[in-house]
């Protein structure tokens, strides 16, 4: 209940409203006005009551959501799915006000209930206890970064917030029965008067109150808030990323989290995050031309172009990106056969795959041979299921041999395969659209090449290729800097297991020493 001391101040605030109330109420009567006034109050409050009931009051459901939640480009497939599972619980979380916004355990319950659901979306095979695949340390990662944020965004988006205490958040039930009060207590004095008012009683209290729906509304934003960042951050606890507690996870994406909550964040520049090279792999048959690419890549011949397999081992090149301060390996990798994938070649596939952030998909575009083709990117899919922690690698298919393709004897470049216009340009879009719709969506891109001597212009890889190249290289930068993030913390994480032992051993040591 309120103080004495809330009461008397409550009093004098309304008190001379009351008297101006009251002053108001009798020079109208003495005009003969008030009757006529009166009589079409109830009208509109009856006319409120109907609006009311027909337009129902925003809930927690459908209102303060924001926009929905964004996935940062290093985020997995698995973890953009889990988006789905963040946005169902906040459309159906129960509904907050000014009684239930102090209720603690509402918080807790409700982000044990979103955990539950990820934990269950990450591990199809849980139990009951969502807690049970991680660490503690990434527990309490997810409530310190979520509270760090809700702090910031109590500082940017609710006024006085610096003065607020929890014993205000507290009392926020008593104070809002005291203005329902107030309200009340202004609702009577007006029917003094008019005592066939009071019938109207019950649809003034239906009719509700524009500053109480305002306050409402602004709790509700509030919480919302607070389920987006839970959300947030549990899943980048179920995909493994807060394994090493709260401070590496920020100093690797902290400004692409903050980025996400923000209004018009910019969640696309993700190479300004972190120097980490990206690696672009070079797959294809014996003879599709892989060697020829690169050479023509590098404008130098830095491989050998026989017909037969030169290539035994992953090499890499170090290789600047034209029209870019990007510098990006390739990854020559060891033909496989035209008919069948060997096991050898899949672990040499899998190898080019464990570091590849972009796949070149060299193909033969005379060549219909592509089962071996399916076979390599079935490999490659597997290997990124079973480490669905990584973001895949995007794959470009690459037809090359273009010049072979019917009419043969023509060949009299530029060609413009995407629309064609002749023999030649039919055969390539042909080819283009065989590749699209054997692969579908595995592959984000299909473009012709000549490998050959070509001027500017000619359709040469670095006019079609290349440019395929930069477009998807941010996606692949993301890839690369998930894949060193994982690759320190594995490091790390060895170290710091000798640094606990050697603190463990010492503390126990000191104890045996005091102890005796």
Known sequence: MLHVRAWVFILLWTLPLLVCLGIGVVAVYQTGWLAPIAWTLPPLWLLAWIVSRIWKPPQLSRFAKGDPLKAPQFWTPQDTAAIAVVEQYRAEVRDLDQTTVGDYQRYINDAQIMAQRLAEHYHAAT?????????????????HLAVEDLEAWLLQNIPGSTLATFGHLQRLPDLARAVDIGWTASFLATAILQPAKLLTYPIWRKSGNLSLELRDDMIRMFYQAYLRRVGYYLIEMYSGRLQDGSRQYRRKFGQMASAVHQSGGDIEQFEKLEDVGTSIAVLGQVKAGKSSLINALMRDKVTATSILPETREVTRHAFPLPNSNKLVTLLDTPGYNEVDVSRSQRQEIRKAAEAADIVLLVMAANSAARDSDVKAVETLSEYYAAHAHLNPPTIIAVLTHIDLLSPKSEWSPPYDWRQPSCPKEESMANA???????????????????????????????????????????????????????????EQRIEQLGKQMKRLLKSVGQSLIDRY
């Open 432 to 490: 283009v659209r065989y590749a699209n719709e054997l692969f579908g969506n595995k592959i984000a891109e299909c473009v012709c090449v000549y490998t050959g001597d070509a001027r500017p212009g000619d359709g040469s890889v670095a006019d079609t290729l290349v440019p395929a190249m930069l477009q998807h290289l941010d996606k692949g930068h993301a890839a690369a800097v998930l894949k060193a993030f994982y690759h320190q913390i594995s």
């Open 127 to 143: 139990d009951n206890n969502a807690l049970h695949r991680v660490t503690v340390v990434e527990v309490f990662a997810v409530i």
